[in-house]
């Protein structure tokens, strides 16, 4: 077998160095082997070359490449499509068959790197940095032109082994330096004594290695400073805590820490958690209710329970002897507000008196017992039933009936001014049943007829609806019934220990606010028991009022009906009609606004006194007071009342006056004719005897006048002094010539006589003016007789 081997291979020798007799071309055998392979005589894939001079079968270039790759351990795609002579399509396919079949290889950015480089490549590495003790992998990677987390995998594997030293934070540090940097954080860290911010301490070794190898020592970065700090830390090389991976806290601290917490809260049995701020200590509520279990942690202190027990003690005394305490005169300092609040909720003396009632918790502090705030509720009681009719009065100013001796003393004020000089015997008081009066010149003057008329009842009404319709509200317990103010006041007075307490004006407050609900109602008992006496009262309040409205009313439109004689003398028709409203109209309004206020007193609870007999004479800003004191609508109708009063015409105060009496509930008859021929025949009666037993000379005159127009004209009149003359012009055409001409004799002779007596003060020849003062009398006395002759004389040829 083997000599035939050997004669086969001297044959091909021979025939390859046989020199061929044909010779073929390039083209020839490109287009032979083209023929070849359609007829199938290669069982494999021939390759062209860049040239195109040359084949190569894919395992030919295989195994070139395997060639050129365990040469050089790295080679790029490119380089090898070079050297090769293959387009580098075939040479990509051939690499991803290389890489697949040979783990130890791989493709990094179109390069085949085999790990015989990455051994040799790390042996440098290890041999460089023995020299400089430190490498940056920013550096190995721009060296190598791969990027850092490459480099970064294939230097893992090989820490420890081909490279001696450690990697951090992109730097690789030897043995040697790490174990330098070791100790430096050793060091650091165990001469800490407070909690401290690590980077702080990172960067003062930096600084520190920065001092000591100058400008050319290596940089380390903070994260292996950390990374060495954990290690230490791990292996119990240094003692204490890290929190949020930065914050340092030494053992020897903490230990403080404790210690001095201990020692706090044994001697006190309270701790503020200020106080464990101040020693470093982050979350101290959670911190405490860890260490100490059976403790009570309030907002800003925590407690233990042993000052429940003092504070239970404390309140279940006070308690039990009805009185007070203010919590925080017993608690520390630092216990206030809402946590003496909470501290008090777990005294169970205070749980069973709130279960009970028998105290109340006032601010968040202040524990009462209510046998202490019914003796203080007891004594106000009596305070209140002063200070609510002193708030009803001022409430409602004073507008009440004027006195006997304030109107006498008005009237007498009146008539000193008016009637000046005019003997004693002609000064009469002023008052709704006046007999007669004085003749003067002054308009204000006495009012010349009695005012007498028939009495009649009123139509039956509903006392309660007098005063306001029957819809107004109901009177609602306002602050202005029992003022907080006015409870704080007489709290203060009544009980001057609370201002003990810590905020003494806060803890009062609550007390009246506290009482003031049972003060109410005590209010709303003592005013319903007064409405209801005062209901008699006001039934027979508004009996009386309707009583003199049916007499003054009737004699008002009596003399009324006379007026409408005037209306063609404008001056005069003024004249009788303002002396009407002042003398007959103001006493009605008088009489109905001082009724109506005190009936809105007496129904809102307000005591008053009852003055039936006093005469009542009110000033115009009186009457606007009671007017604007009354409720709803019946208040603007009373100030139009006191409006029409001080007008021109009596109709316009009669108008005003129904209004008002009807929204009163009050009833305002009307003058028919047969009251009226009843009062007319009553008048004149009574006037006839005023005239007849009449022994003044000056009063004569007007009873005279008012008769005669009586005679004449069948209707009562009222007029002022001034207003004489006018009357007896009127009555010129009406009489005899001689009754008239006596009557201007008379009119003259008494203007005369009240002229002498006005000017005889100060006069300096006072004889001369005596004399025709006397003469002046004289006259009048005898003329007295025949003018009395004459009008009674006149009234029985009538009757």
Known sequence: MDAELL?????????????????????????????????RFFDFDLLHTVTGKEYITPDQLKREME???????????????????????????????????????????????????????????????????QMSLAEIAGHLHVGSELVISFLEPRLGTLVKGRLEGGQIYTPAYVQRITAMVRGATRGITVPTNLPIVWNSLQQLLQDIDGASGVSVEGTFFQ???????????????????????????????????????????????????????????????????????????????????????????????GNWIDCLSVLPSYIVGADASKLLSFCPSLQKAAKSSSAVILGDSCVISNAFIKGIFDKLEKELDTFIFATNQTKNPKTGPISQQQAESKDADNDEGNNANVPEKGKKRRGKTAKGGNFDKDEDAQELVPVKGKKNQRKSKDVGSTGGKKGSDKVKEENSNVPVEWVVEKITSLCPELEEMGDSEELI??????????????????????????????????????????????????????????????????????????????????????????????KNGVEVIDSPNETLQLSNADRTSMAKSLVGSLSAMAQSLVEALEGKRVDAFMDALR???????????????????????SYRKDLTTQVSSETDSIALLPKVVALLFMQVHNKAIQAPGRAISSLISHLKEKVPHTTFKLLTDYHNATVTLLSLQAAATGAEDEDCLDDRVLTKKEFLEEKMSELKSLTLGSTNSEN
Not at 19 to 35: G, Q, T, Y
Not at 78 to 87: E, F, P, Q, S, Y
């Open 227 to 321: 990374s060495i700090f954990n290690g230490l830390l791990k292996e119990e090389a240094v003692l204490g805590s890290l929190r949020a991976g930065v914050q340092w806290t030494p053992a020897v601290f903490a230990h403080a820490q404790r210690e001095c917490v201990d020692s706090f809260f044994s001697q006190n049995s309270y701790i503020s958690y200020d106080v464990l701020h101040k020693l470093a200590i982050p979350q101290p509520k959670q911190y405490l209710q860890t260490r100490y279990p059976d403790g009570i942690p309030l907002e800003a202190v925590f407690v233990h329970p042993s000052m429940v027990d003092m504070l239970e003690a404390a309140v279940s005394d006070a308690i039990d002897q």
């Open 509 to 602: 407050r609550q007390l009246a606010l506290h009482l003031r609900p049972m003060l109410l109602d005590y209010y709303k008992k003592r005013k319903n028991t007064l409405l209801s006496e005062n209901a008699e009262r006001r039934r027979r309040l508004l009996d009386s009022l309707q009583k003199h409205l049916d007499e003054a009313v009737l004699d008002l439109q009596m003399y009324e009906k006379a007026l409408d004689l005037f209306e063609d003398d404008p001056s005069t028709s003024a004249i009788l009609h303002k002396h009407l409203l002042k003398t007959m109209a103001a006493p009605i309004a008088d009489k109905l606004l001082h009724t109506l206020d005190m009936d809105n007193k007496l």
């Open 67 to 133: 060639i050129e790759i365990n040469r050089s351990g790295r080679v790029s795609l490119i380089d090898l499509a070079d050297i090769i002579g293959v387009d580098l399509y075939y040479i990509e396919r051939q690499a991803e068959r290389i890489i697949a079949e040979d783990a130890s290889l791989m493709m990094v950015h179109g390069e085949i790197i085999s790990q015989s480089y990455w051994d040799s490549v790390a042996e440098e590495i290890n041999e460089k940095l023995q020299e400089c003790s």
């Open 7 to 39: 004669e086969l291979q001297r044959q091909l020798e021979a025939a390859q160095q046989a020199k061929p007799s044909v010779r073929l071309s390039e083209r020839n055998v490109v287009e032979l082997v083209h023929k070849l392979q359609e007829h």
């Open 659 to 681: 209004a008002v009496a009807e929204e009163s509930g009050l009833l305002v008859r009307k003058l028919d004719k047969r009251v009226e021929r009843s009062m007319l025949h």
